[in-house]
């Protein structure tokens, strides 16, 4: 019903820079929270930045400072500016949203993930 359809990864060398964009499509009626997890080997997914529809945003400690994210509502699109990028920062990156869908539930979706390699 909902796909989320990320792009913008690649490889970088530290202290470079990437955006990443993550547009959902389908059947929305409306979007809450939009966000950004990553997962790096042997670790836990976790938060690194989320925005909500009236932009108010929340950012992980390790990317504070560093990462931008943004949303064009319109659009159903989220993006993660990341500068000064550390070996640290490599992973997975995998956009998630909170959506009303057209005559159906709430619901939590993902996308397939972005692969960010940070080259030191």
């Known amino acids: 019903q909902v796909q989320l359809v990320e792009s913008g990864g690649g490889l970088v060398q530290a202290g470079g820079s990437l955006r990443l964009s993550c547009a959902a499509s389908?059947?929305?009626?409306?979007?809450?929270?939009m966000g950004w997890y990553r997962q790096a080997p042997g670790k836990q997914r976790e938060l690194v930045a989320d925005?909500?529809?009236?932009?108010?945003?929340n950012y992980a400690a390790s990317v504070k400072g560093r990462f931008t994210i943004s949303r064009d509502n319109a659009k159903n699109t989220v993006y993660l500016q990341m500068n000064s990028l550390k070996p640290e920062d490599a992973a997975v990156y995998y956009c998630?949203?909170?959506?009303?869908?057209?005559?159906?539930?709430?619901?939590?979706?993902w996308g397939q993930g972005t692969q960010v390699t940070v080259s030191s």
């Open positions: 389908g059947s929305i009626f409306s979007i809450n929270t």
């Open positions: 998630n949203a909170d959506v009303w869908v057209v005559d159906g539930p709430r619901d939590d979706y």
């Open positions: 925005i909500t529809s009236t932009a108010i945003t």
